[in-house]
């Protein structure tokens, strides 16, 4: 529908930036911190860098946060290291990890940020993984341990909390996202079992959440993009529910409604892909109920019917917005409609806004986008800054997507872009950039760290101020 008029962002409208701990942090044994399993994992791409220096916030943090307060962030999304605040994973507490996030949360709240934190960022404790990690029931516990401990801790000073990032992408793309580790089986039916033992953790942390912190507002965190159907063809409709129930709603409607969503259910039966239920478990997750779904949205995917056979995968890599299809299932169509970005994602503001009305019709709970935004290779010009107007120019088109969503009636209650400064990709090292903040190291070199605002810093901080009236 197009409108005359628009409705202006709500008065209280979280304008903030993410980032997650691995990615940003460096440290990685600063202080007493286990290790992880992005510590161990042994398989990069040719040519980046591991995690272990990052960004070096954990250095920088205060003048990290003094930078976001210039931005004029009212939010700022991070992750909490698990294996700062507990090096094994469960049992004893790390002291100096604790207060980092002590400290880091304070210079926000005293600088009026809003902290959103993230509980868990594919980086589970090593130690854990080395038990079975999720494909062992027993780490459900441990997170609901180490849940506890965070209320504890932050829970005078942290408003919102999101339970774990994208876990459909940590079963769907494990390897894009470095994160099979050594845990548990690596196989479909093993992987599906790790997401119930993750939903059963997530529900309890939710249950948990509300009874220590009734003020506190609790979601999940997955990866949410509308499914397109390649065409008009009744069949490929077909196809594009399909992949919507495996990639999308299985997760959200175990999350916020407790139950296997019926096409997915199918889908796991029809493989013999579905996980043991123990008694008690689906009263576990129907217990638990989500304040908001915080979902990060890259692009959508057009998906076509399946043709049953090999044809249905595409010649390339899958990984969290790249789809390759899958067999009987749906084929990944590419949309010609879209353009892509330097790393062959597609950009497509309008499938935000698609996202977004589908979400809230289904669920009725406030949204908040913790994740959108663009990677880009980018080294300082001649004058030594980044003229980043793609990225200005994507996130405006992305932005008004987000106002004509609220202006359908849509409960969108922030906009958190990643990342509120350079850090280091899942899977495509430093040289994939995506802050408002460069940050002066490459893969090979760590050069001087230096942060330097990009054009879109200042571009961003117009936005907030403006309440998202000017973005120009
Ligand atoms: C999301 C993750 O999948 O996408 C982030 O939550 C990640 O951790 C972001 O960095 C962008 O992906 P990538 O692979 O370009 O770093």
Same mark, same amino acid.
């Given at each position: 529908m197009k409108y005359t008029e628009l409705n202006d962002f709500p008065a209280d409208f979280l304008?903030?930036?993410?980032?997650?701990?691995?990615?940003?942090?460096?440290?990685?044994d600063a202080d007493g911190k286990g290790k992880s399993v992005i510590d161990t994992r042994d398989h990069f791409p040719e040519g980046t860098t591991d995690y272990t220096v990052a960004s070096d916030h954990y250095h920088h943090m205060e003048s990290d946060v003094e930078l976001f307060a210039q931005l004029g962030l009212k939010a700022y999304r991070f992750s909490i290291a698990w294996t700062r605040i507990q090096p094994d994973g469960t049992g004893e507490v790390n002291r100096a990890g604790v207060d980092f996030y002590h400290r880091l949360i304070d210079a926000l709240n005293s600088r009026g940020i809003e902290p959103i934190v993230t509980m868990y960022h594919f980086d589970l404790p090593a130690a854990l993984d080395e038990e079975g990690g999720w494909g062992n029931r027993a780490t459900a516990d441990?997170?609901?341990?180490?849940?506890?401990? @965070?209320?504890?801790? =932050?829970?005078?000073?942290?408003?919102?909390?999101?339970? &774990?990032?994208?876990?459909? !992408?940590? /079963? $769907?793309?494990?390897?894009?996202?470095?994160?099979?580790?050594?845990?548990?089986?690596?196989?479909?039916?093993?992987?599906?079992?790790?997401?119930?033992?993750?939903?059963?953790?997530?529900?309890?942390?939710?249950?948990?959440?509300?009874?220590?912190?009734?003020?506190?507002?609790?979601?999940?965190?997955?990866?949410?993009?509308?499914?397109?159907?390649?065409?008009?063809?009744?069949?490929?409709?077909?196809?594009?529910?399909?992949?919507?129930?495996?990639?999308?709603?299985?997760?959200?409607?175990?999350?916020?409604?407790?139950?296997?969503?019926? @096409?997915?259910?199918? =889908?796991?039966?029809?493989?013999?892909?579905?996980?043991? &239920?123990?008694?008690?478990? !689906?009263? /576990? $997750?129907?217990?638990?109920?989500?304040?908001?779904?915080?979902?990060?949205?890259?692009?959508?995917?057009?998906?076509?019917?399946?043709?049953?056979?090999?044809?249905?995968?595409?010649?390339?890599?899958?990984d969290q917005q790249i789809v390759r299809g899958e067999i009987g299932l749906y084929k990944a169509v590419k949309n010609p409609n879209l353009q892509t970005n330097a790393f062959g994602w597609e950009i497509d503001p309008v499938g935000c806004r698609t996202t977004l009305r589908r979400i809230w019709d289904r669920y009725r709970l406030p949204l908040i986008i913790t994740e959108?935004?663009?990677?880009?290779?980018?080294?300082?010009?001649?004058?030594?800054?980044?003229?980043?107007?793609?990225?200005?120019?994507?996130?405006?088109?992305?932005?008004?997507?987000?106002?004509?969503?609220?202006?359908?009636?849509?409960?969108?209650?922030?906009?958190?872009?990643?990342?509120?400064?350079?850090?280091?990709?899942?899977?495509?090292?430093?040289?994939?950039?995506?802050?408002?903040?460069?940050?002066?190291?490459?893969?090979?070199?760590?050069?001087?760290?230096?942060?330097?605002?990009k054009d879109s810093f200042g571009w961003y901080r117009k936005v907030i101020d403006s309440n998202g009236a000017d973005l120009s």
């Amino acid at each position: 529908m197009k409108y005359t008029e628009l409705n202006d962002f709500p008065a209280d409208f979280l304008w903030g930036a993410s980032t997650s701990a691995y990615q940003v942090e460096g440290g990685w044994d600063a202080d007493g911190k286990g290790k992880s399993v992005i510590d161990t994992r042994d398989h990069f791409p040719e040519g980046t860098t591991d995690y272990t220096v990052a960004s070096d916030h954990y250095h920088h943090m205060e003048s990290d946060v003094e930078l976001f307060a210039q931005l004029g962030l009212k939010a700022y999304r991070f992750s909490i290291a698990w294996t700062r605040i507990q090096p094994d994973g469960t049992g004893e507490v790390n002291r100096a990890g604790v207060d980092f996030y002590h400290r880091l949360i304070d210079a926000l709240n005293s600088r009026g940020i809003e902290p959103i934190v993230t509980m868990y960022h594919f980086d589970l404790p090593a130690a854990l993984d080395e038990e079975g990690g999720w494909g062992n029931r027993a780490t459900a516990d441990a997170f609901v341990e180490y849940a506890r401990i @965070l209320f504890r801790e =932050y829970g005078s000073k942290v408003k919102y909390w999101l339970t &774990i990032n994208e876990q459909n !992408m940590m /079963i $769907l793309h494990g390897e894009a996202v470095g994160n099979t580790g050594k845990s548990g089986a690596t196989g479909k039916k093993g992987l599906y079992q790790q997401n119930h033992h993750m939903f059963l953790a997530q529900a309890r942390a939710m249950t948990l959440c509300h009874e220590m912190l009734p003020e506190a507002k609790i979601g999940p965190a997955p990866n949410i993009v509308a499914i397109y159907a390649a065409s008009s063809a009744p069949e490929d409709a077909i196809a594009a529910d399909d992949w919507d129930a495996v990639r999308n709603l299985l997760y959200l409607d175990l999350a916020v409604r407790g139950t296997y969503h019926p @096409l997915a259910w199918g =889908y796991l039966v029809e493989r013999n892909l579905q996980p043991e &239920i123990a008694d008690g478990d !689906m009263e /576990i $997750l129907a217990a638990g109920k989500p304040d908001f779904i915080a979902m990060n949205y890259y692009a959508t995917q057009t998906v076509g019917a399946s043709s049953g056979d090999a044809s249905d995968l595409a010649a390339r890599k899958g990984d969290q917005q790249i789809v390759r299809g899958e067999i009987g299932l749906y084929k990944a169509v590419k949309n010609p409609n879209l353009q892509t970005n330097a790393f062959g994602w597609e950009i497509d503001p309008v499938g935000c806004r698609t996202t977004l009305r589908r979400i809230w019709d289904r669920y009725r709970l406030p949204l908040i986008i913790t994740e959108n935004g663009i990677g880009a290779f980018e080294e300082p010009g001649e004058d030594g800054l980044i003229h980043d107007d793609y990225r200005i120019d994507y996130y405006r088109r992305h932005i008004e997507q987000l106002q004509l969503a609220i202006t359908d009636g849509v409960d969108v209650m922030g906009y958190s872009p990643w990342s509120a400064i350079d850090l280091i990709s899942t899977h495509s090292g430093a040289a994939k950039r995506y802050g408002f903040i460069h940050v002066n190291r490459t893969d090979s070199d760590l050069r001087d760290l230096k942060r330097t605002p990009k054009d879109s810093f200042g571009w961003y901080r117009k936005v907030i101020d403006s309440n998202g009236a000017d973005l120009s």
